[in-house]
Protein backbone atom coordinates (compact mmCIF):
# COMPACT_ATOMS: atom_id res chain seq x y z
CA UNK A 1 0.00 0.00 0.00
CA UNK A 2 1.04 3.53 -0.66
CA UNK A 3 2.34 5.68 2.56
CA UNK A 4 4.56 8.47 2.92
CA UNK A 5 6.41 8.57 6.25
CA UNK A 6 8.00 12.35 7.68
CA UNK A 7 10.63 12.05 10.19
CA UNK A 8 10.14 14.91 12.20
CA UNK A 9 7.04 15.03 14.01
CA UNK A 10 8.00 18.78 15.67
CA UNK A 11 11.00 20.82 14.95
CA UNK A 12 12.73 23.77 16.54
CA UNK A 13 14.65 26.53 14.83
CA UNK A 14 16.06 29.65 14.96
CA UNK A 15 15.71 32.45 12.59
CA UNK A 16 18.58 31.76 10.00
CA UNK A 17 18.91 28.28 10.03
CA UNK A 18 18.70 25.97 7.57
CA UNK A 19 16.03 23.46 7.63
CA UNK A 20 15.57 19.81 6.27
CA UNK A 21 12.63 18.06 6.57
CA UNK A 22 12.52 14.54 5.47
CA UNK A 23 10.09 12.60 3.60
CA UNK A 24 10.10 9.10 2.64
CA UNK A 25 7.15 7.22 0.34
CA UNK A 26 6.92 3.57 -0.52
CA UNK A 27 5.66 3.35 -3.63
CA UNK A 28 6.93 1.54 -6.53
CA UNK A 29 5.42 2.80 -9.57
CA UNK A 30 5.28 6.65 -11.17
CA UNK A 31 4.41 9.45 -8.66
CA UNK A 32 3.64 12.92 -8.07
CA UNK A 33 5.10 14.45 -5.14
CA UNK A 34 3.93 17.52 -3.56
CA UNK A 35 4.76 19.74 -0.59
CA UNK A 36 1.70 21.63 1.32
CA UNK A 37 1.85 24.02 4.61
CA UNK A 38 -0.12 24.63 6.95
CA UNK A 39 -0.08 28.08 9.10
CA UNK A 40 -1.57 28.36 11.97
CA UNK A 41 -5.35 28.81 11.35
CA UNK A 42 -5.09 28.75 7.65
CA UNK A 43 -5.64 26.14 5.22
CA UNK A 44 -3.40 24.05 3.15
CA UNK A 45 -1.30 25.68 0.80
CA UNK A 46 0.73 24.16 -1.91
CA UNK A 47 4.57 24.60 -1.30
CA UNK A 48 5.98 22.95 -4.28
CA UNK A 49 5.65 19.96 -6.49
CA UNK A 50 7.34 17.35 -8.73
CA UNK A 51 5.81 15.81 -11.59
CA UNK A 52 9.06 15.09 -13.84
CA UNK A 53 12.36 16.35 -14.83
CA UNK A 54 14.81 18.40 -12.73
CA UNK A 55 14.61 16.14 -9.58
CA UNK A 56 15.37 19.75 -7.67
CA UNK A 57 11.82 21.59 -7.28
CA UNK A 58 11.86 25.25 -5.99
CA UNK A 59 8.77 26.65 -4.35
CA UNK A 60 7.30 29.22 -3.16
CA UNK A 61 8.99 31.43 -0.01
CA UNK A 62 12.57 30.38 -1.02
CA UNK A 63 11.65 26.51 -0.13
CA UNK A 64 13.40 23.83 -2.37
CA UNK A 65 12.97 19.97 -2.81
CA UNK A 66 14.89 17.20 -3.92
CA UNK A 67 13.26 14.38 -5.52
CA UNK A 68 15.56 11.10 -4.59
CA UNK A 69 14.13 8.18 -6.66
CA UNK A 70 16.83 5.65 -5.15
CA UNK A 71 16.25 6.46 -1.89
CA UNK A 72 12.29 7.33 -2.46
CA UNK A 73 12.92 10.59 -0.73
CA UNK A 74 11.43 13.84 -1.54
CA UNK A 75 13.02 16.04 1.17
CA UNK A 76 12.16 19.65 2.00
CA UNK A 77 14.89 22.53 2.74
CA UNK A 78 15.17 25.79 3.22
CA UNK A 79 18.75 27.87 3.94
CA UNK A 80 17.72 30.23 5.86
CA UNK A 81 14.12 30.22 7.38
CA UNK A 82 12.32 33.29 9.24
CA UNK A 83 9.59 33.43 12.14
CA UNK A 84 6.73 33.33 9.84
CA UNK A 85 7.60 29.81 8.55
CA UNK A 86 6.68 29.12 11.38
CA UNK A 87 3.74 26.07 10.07
CA UNK A 88 3.02 22.72 10.21
CA UNK A 89 4.48 21.12 6.47
CA UNK A 90 2.56 18.14 4.75
CA UNK A 91 4.71 15.91 2.22
CA UNK A 92 1.84 14.26 -0.26
CA UNK A 93 2.36 11.92 -2.90
CA UNK A 94 -0.29 11.68 -5.83
CA UNK A 95 -0.06 7.93 -7.78
CA UNK A 96 -1.74 8.29 -11.13
CA UNK A 97 -2.84 3.98 -10.38
CA UNK A 98 -5.01 5.08 -6.98
CA UNK A 99 -5.43 8.58 -7.96
CA UNK A 100 -5.44 9.32 -4.86
CA UNK A 101 -2.97 12.18 -2.46
CA UNK A 102 -1.47 10.28 0.58
CA UNK A 103 -0.67 12.58 3.27
CA UNK A 104 2.46 12.05 5.72
CA UNK A 105 1.53 12.90 9.27
CA UNK A 106 2.95 16.33 8.98
CA UNK A 107 5.97 18.24 10.66
CA UNK A 108 5.37 21.17 13.05
CA UNK A 109 7.89 23.49 12.41
CA UNK A 110 8.57 26.05 14.97
CA UNK A 111 10.86 29.21 14.33
CA UNK A 112 12.08 31.36 17.14
CA UNK A 113 12.99 34.64 16.41
CA UNK B 1 -8.09 31.69 -3.88
CA UNK B 2 -8.25 28.09 -3.53
CA UNK B 3 -10.40 27.23 -6.38
CA UNK B 4 -12.90 25.68 -3.91
CA UNK B 5 -15.46 26.86 -1.95
CA UNK B 6 -16.80 24.99 1.57
CA UNK B 7 -19.99 25.07 3.24
CA UNK B 8 -20.78 25.80 6.22
CA UNK B 9 -17.09 26.77 7.57
CA UNK B 10 -18.14 25.78 10.67
CA UNK B 11 -21.18 23.35 11.92
CA UNK B 12 -21.99 22.36 15.70
CA UNK B 13 -24.09 19.88 16.38
CA UNK B 14 -25.12 17.36 18.67
CA UNK B 15 -24.41 13.73 18.58
CA UNK B 16 -27.03 11.91 16.39
CA UNK B 17 -27.94 14.86 14.51
CA UNK B 18 -27.14 14.74 10.67
CA UNK B 19 -24.86 17.34 8.99
CA UNK B 20 -24.17 18.10 5.17
CA UNK B 21 -21.35 19.98 4.14
CA UNK B 22 -20.73 20.92 0.46
CA UNK B 23 -18.39 21.80 -1.96
CA UNK B 24 -18.30 23.59 -4.83
CA UNK B 25 -15.18 24.17 -6.99
CA UNK B 26 -14.66 27.90 -8.44
CA UNK B 27 -14.01 26.27 -12.19
CA UNK B 28 -14.71 22.39 -13.81
CA UNK B 29 -12.82 20.03 -12.64
CA UNK B 30 -13.42 16.15 -13.45
CA UNK B 31 -11.87 15.38 -10.41
CA UNK B 32 -13.01 16.23 -6.52
CA UNK B 33 -12.06 14.34 -3.18
CA UNK B 34 -12.86 14.31 -0.01
CA UNK B 35 -10.50 14.36 3.19
CA UNK B 36 -10.60 14.85 6.71
CA UNK B 37 -7.84 15.60 9.20
CA UNK B 38 -7.71 15.65 12.76
CA UNK B 39 -5.80 17.82 14.99
CA UNK B 40 -2.37 17.51 14.56
CA UNK B 41 -2.62 15.02 11.39
CA UNK B 42 -2.04 15.09 7.86
CA UNK B 43 -5.34 14.96 6.00
CA UNK B 44 -6.78 11.49 5.33
CA UNK B 45 -8.32 10.74 1.76
CA UNK B 46 -12.06 9.91 2.34
CA UNK B 47 -13.48 9.68 -1.21
CA UNK B 48 -12.92 10.89 -4.28
CA UNK B 49 -15.00 11.58 -8.07
CA UNK B 50 -14.25 11.54 -11.48
CA UNK B 51 -16.80 13.78 -12.96
CA UNK B 52 -20.45 12.76 -11.54
CA UNK B 53 -18.63 8.98 -10.91
CA UNK B 54 -17.41 7.99 -7.53
CA UNK B 55 -14.54 6.23 -8.03
CA UNK B 56 -13.36 5.32 -4.28
CA UNK B 57 -14.07 5.20 -0.70
CA UNK B 58 -11.90 5.12 2.02
CA UNK B 59 -12.65 1.94 4.67
CA UNK B 60 -12.84 5.00 7.28
CA UNK B 61 -15.84 6.33 5.41
CA UNK B 62 -18.54 4.28 7.32
CA UNK B 63 -22.66 3.59 6.34
CA UNK B 64 -23.30 7.04 7.77
CA UNK B 65 -21.10 8.79 5.70
CA UNK B 66 -22.31 9.44 2.07
CA UNK B 67 -20.99 11.70 -0.74
CA UNK B 68 -22.56 12.69 -3.96
CA UNK B 69 -21.46 14.77 -6.95
CA UNK B 70 -24.65 14.80 -9.05
CA UNK B 71 -23.58 16.89 -11.93
CA UNK B 72 -20.23 16.61 -11.75
CA UNK B 73 -19.62 20.00 -10.87
CA UNK B 74 -20.07 20.53 -6.44
CA UNK B 75 -20.82 17.99 -4.22
CA UNK B 76 -22.43 17.23 -0.82
CA UNK B 77 -20.91 15.03 1.85
CA UNK B 78 -23.49 13.87 4.08
CA UNK B 79 -22.89 12.62 8.10
CA UNK B 80 -25.82 10.22 9.53
CA UNK B 81 -25.81 10.25 13.49
CA UNK B 82 -23.21 12.18 13.90
CA UNK B 83 -20.42 10.83 16.67
CA UNK B 84 -18.30 12.90 18.91
CA UNK B 85 -15.71 10.62 17.10
CA UNK B 86 -16.50 12.87 13.91
CA UNK B 87 -15.53 15.79 14.74
CA UNK B 88 -12.86 16.98 12.63
CA UNK B 89 -11.99 19.13 9.18
CA UNK B 90 -13.18 17.87 6.19
CA UNK B 91 -11.58 18.98 3.69
CA UNK B 92 -12.63 19.16 -0.28
CA UNK B 93 -10.03 19.18 -3.19
CA UNK B 94 -10.38 19.21 -6.86
CA UNK B 95 -7.67 18.86 -9.78
CA UNK B 96 -4.69 16.73 -9.82
CA UNK B 97 -2.42 18.77 -7.61
CA UNK B 98 -5.14 19.60 -5.24
CA UNK B 99 -6.35 22.78 -4.50
CA UNK B 100 -7.20 22.39 -1.46
CA UNK B 101 -10.24 24.53 0.18
CA UNK B 102 -10.83 26.11 3.16
CA UNK B 103 -12.25 23.10 4.84
CA UNK B 104 -15.61 22.86 7.34
CA UNK B 105 -14.87 22.52 11.11
CA UNK B 106 -17.27 20.03 12.06
CA UNK B 107 -17.78 19.67 16.08
CA UNK B 108 -20.10 17.18 17.83
CA UNK B 109 -21.35 17.85 20.69
Known amino acids: AQSVSQHNHHVILSEAASLELGCNYS??????LFWYVQYPGQHLQLLLK??????LVKGIKGFEAEFIKSKFSFNLRKPSVQWSDTAEYFC???????????FGQGTTLQVKP | DTGVSQNPRHKITKRGQNVTFRCDPI?????LYWYRQTLGQGPEFLTY????????KSRLLSDRFSAERPKGSFSTLEIQRTEQGDSAMYLC???????FGEGSRLTVL
Open chain 2, 49 to 56: FQNEAQLE
Open chain 1, 92 to 102: AVFSGNTGKLI
Open chain 2, 93 to 99: AVAGELF
Open chain 1, 27 to 32: YGGTVN
Open chain 2, 27 to 31: SEHNR
Open chain 1, 50 to 55: YFSGDP
